[in-house]
């Protein structure tokens, strides 16, 4: 095993803004998909521009950034892919994430200085196929989620010490074998595996027989139907011993569509995790509830450890919702200070003048300030910031730095000064 002090900690980025959270919050390595021939095209993606800017940041912190092009492409995506491979030569991502072959020889012939990496669409799930794609030139395959640890620690003594294994900790599951889903291109012709998923898999479902049109018969024994697709998140926080016993090199997080409170949520916790564990396992099993508590403050469906140790059984399905939990809203990110010491934000979520929020730190420090003053660009006061991505100047009890993240619980009712508050009727994140 290529082995490093730790293993990589690798974190999806959905636009500049996650990808400089990701890397400030505790990742080893960010993947990010461009405008075309990744798997998500529903995300935000990044320009070339954006791509170019996040690349350079990334490297300013010593951190990596590999590039999705994981579609299975056709005969008329051929020189596109090419065409898109020269550009990325230029900006120099670390890797390219790729399943079809096809693709992996034109960024052969194109790019050979940028690492190639096989995505989990290709099902890799046996010694043999790593050393397969090892010869064409790959330094990295990422396994496929049906795998056990038992299978994947067996994987590691059957292959080149200097061939890397990427496996997926954290995330939603997808009902399909390796992410090779039918459902939506049948249901809605967007082809899951050429990146525009419509994640039919969570879905309800009810059954209708074709001689009686339009009187629908729920699929399991509740009256709302079922969503018999809808799996649960993966979440291995609680095994990272066993994880690193495995011979994992890079411990992947799912969510390229996510917020930047998921990212920091997740990669913070799972920084701690790692390095806690290499400092002193016993301080790692020490703060295992501090671990579910954290990475439970950012959306999630109900958690699962997926294939790593059994076949997943009827309890790794949600049969009764599709919704995730969501205890946390997120208001914003430190993006720079004023002179006078108002933190620079741009409004995720409405909250108002007294309420008491939470300031996620880097370094995982939690802090409960109070909102003392809003003000617009204009230097207009204003007791609450309703419109969405408004630039605002807010002024808190206790000072905060360039990158902390502000969120607040959105269950329990936000502790409030006698003298602040809004006085608006509904809307407000905080509850009012």
Known sequence: MSRREKPELLIPASSLEVLKTAVIYGADAVYIGGEMYGLRAKAKNFSLDDMREGIE?????????????????????LKGVEEYFKELKEIKPDALIISDPGVFDIATEVCPEIERHISTQ???TNYRTYQFWQKLGASRVVSAREMSLAE???LRENIPDDLEIETFVHGAMCIAYSGRCLLSNYFTGRDANKGACTH????????MESTRPGEYMPIYENDRGTYIFNS???CMIEFIPEIVDAGIDSLKVEGRMKTALYVASVARTYRKAI???????????????????????????QFTTGFFFHKPQTDAQIYDTNTYVKDYVYLGTVLDKREDGASVMEQRNKFCVGDVVEAMKPNGENLSVKVLKIEDEEGNFMESCPHPQQKIFVTFDQNLDVYDLIRV???EKPARSEEGGCSSEGGCSCGH
């Open 232 to 234: 649960k998140d993966l």
């Open 57 to 77: 940041f990334a490297h300013k912190y010593g951190k990596k950034v590999y590039v999705t092009a994981n579609i299975s492409a056709h005969n008329y995506d």
């Open 122 to 124: 290709a099902n890799s």
């Open 275 to 301: 390095d806690d564990f290499f400092e002193d396992p016993e301080k790692y099993k020490a703060n295992l509830e501090w671990y579910r508590q954290e990475i439970a403050k950012c959306t999630y469906r």
């Open 200 to 207: 039919a898999c969570r879905w309800k479902y009810s059954i």
């Open 409 to 411: 619980n959105s269950v």
């Open 152 to 154: 994947i620690k067996t």
